[in-house]
């Protein structure tokens, strides 16, 4: 499609005209809304699906990695759990009206600020068709409205989407203009869209580090940049070995593609020789490439051929996104972390210990969006940190950090009544 600027600046002038209606939309209006989407991913799956395959085969004979075909890819299961992660969202409360930090001044003014949603968000994220749902979904329970563009990858896929999420508005009674999907895929939109102040009010950019970095870069409308996940896992010397191995294997197996998968593995010199060998031997059976520095190396042997290399400078501080793994030993919790200040991105960060001293210096010390103890790097994650989904993981510290989900899409503003007050 050739690259024009109206269908952008189309959309999003309707987006924005379109908060207006939002404003005065009731919870239950909003909850039932959200209800008609869960219903129609469960109910239409087959128009979805057949739609994914398209931008499947298109993928593959692209040349994409398994990593971004893993994040490409929709079955029965992924779409049963976004309609999941949406009634979750519907049992969430309501952010906007909440009134805080209300008090009567010596004047007899009475103040208070009042949440209120951000306006028009715009999204550029690639590869992942469910973050159309996440997203439109948590926008519209805080009160705004949202510009979307994938990526081409997967613009059938996006495409369906955005039309069942449209469909779903209007069978409930809402202005379907509240979201909006940009067709275009042409690389000059995302120009575009980060420099239209006039008309989106927040950018959040969901890919790789070359989006998330142009964004930081060239935008001029606000915008959330970070969300690289180079993510570590120390086990100090007194971690508990069985659990160890099973967290690391989470972390790093569970789902490989993704920003809060592990990418380092620190291990204290007095536990590695026991540890090590067990990590090597379950990592190893599962696919996992291990890029060990010399000591780890001499831990763990040639026993199991090419799945164990030895570690360049560049291995560390990689965001993998892909069955590899870096692997460290250090000799004190105080190499471990400088390791992380050095190398993380302020993502997610574990220590695996027994130590109540290195427990609260690990959380005390370590500057990242989370901060674990004794858990997989995976629970770094909107749904399972209870809020039903995220629009993204931040690892800015303005003006969210962390999963963003309801909450995080809202402002406030200041509200004052008085009777006749007059500044002296």
Not at 20 to 30: A, E, H, Q
Not at 99 to 113: A, C, I, Q
Not at 152 to 157: F, G, L, N, Y
Not at 251 to 273: F, I, Y
Request: charged residues 25%.
């Amino acid at each position: 499609m050739a690259t024009t600027t109206s269908e952008l600046i189309t959309k999003a002038k309707a987006a924005r005209a379109a908060t207006r209606d939002l404003r005065n939309l009731s919870t239950d209006k909003k909850n039932a809304a959200l209800e008609a989407i869960a219903v129609a991913l469960e109910t239409q799956q087959t128009a979805i699906l057949e739609a994914n395959a398209l931008d499947m085969e298109a993928g593959a004979s692209a040349g994409l990695t398994d990593a971004l075909l893993d994040r490409l890819m929709l079955n029965e299961d992924r779409l049963n759990g976004m309609a999941s992660d949406v009634r979750t969202i519907v049992r969430l409360p309501d952010p906007i009206g909440e009134t805080f930090d209300g008090r009567t001044l010596d004047n007899g003014l009475r103040v208070e600020r009042r949440r209120v949603p951000l306006g028009v968000i715009g999204t550029i994220y690639e590869s992942r068709p469910n973050v159309t749902v996440d997203i439109a979904a948590l926008c519209l329970k805080s009160g705004n409205a949202v510009v979307l563009r994938g990526g081409k990858e997967a613009v059938h896929s996006n495409n369906a989407l955005a039309a069942l999420l449209r469909s779903a508005l209007t069978q409930a009674g809402i202005n379907p203009e509240i979201v909006q999907q940009i067709v275009d895929t042409d690389r000059a939109v995302v120009e575009q869209m980060i420099k239209a102040n006039d008309y989106i009010d927040l950018i959040i950019p969901r890919g790789g580090a070359g989006l998330v970095n142009y964004v930081a870069k060239e935008a001029t409308v606000p915008a959330i940049t970070g969300g690289i996940g180079v993510v570590h896992t120390f086990a100090d010397a007194t971690a508990d070995v069985e659990n160890a191995v099973d967290i690391v294997f989470n972390s790093k197996v569970q789902r490989p593609t993704v920003c809060n998968a592990l990418d380092t593995l620190l291990v204290h010199a007095a536990v590695a020789p026991k540890l090590l060998p067990l990590v090597a031997a379950k990592l190893s059976a599962a696919g996992v490439e291990l890029r060990c520095d010399q000591r780890a190396l001499s831990l763990i042997g040639p026993v199991y051929g090419d799945s164990v290399k030895a570690a360049t400078a560049e291995d560390f501080g990689q965001e993998f996104l892909a069955l590899v793994l870096s692997v460290r030993v250090v000799d004190s919790l105080d190499e471990a972390l400088e390791h992380i200040e050095e190398h993380g991105s302020g993502h997610t960060e574990t220590i695996l210990t027994q130590d109540y001293t290195s427990t609260n210096r690990f959380l005390d010390e370590v500057d990242a969006a989370m901060v674990m103890v004794n858990a997989s790097t995976r629970f770094n994650d909107g749904a399972q940190l209870g809020l039903g989904a995220e629009v993204a993981i931040s690892t800015n510290k303005l003006h969210a950090r962390g999963p963003m989900g309801l909450r995080e899409l809202t402002s406030y503003k200041w509200v004052a009544r008085g009777d006749g007050q007059v500044r002296r």
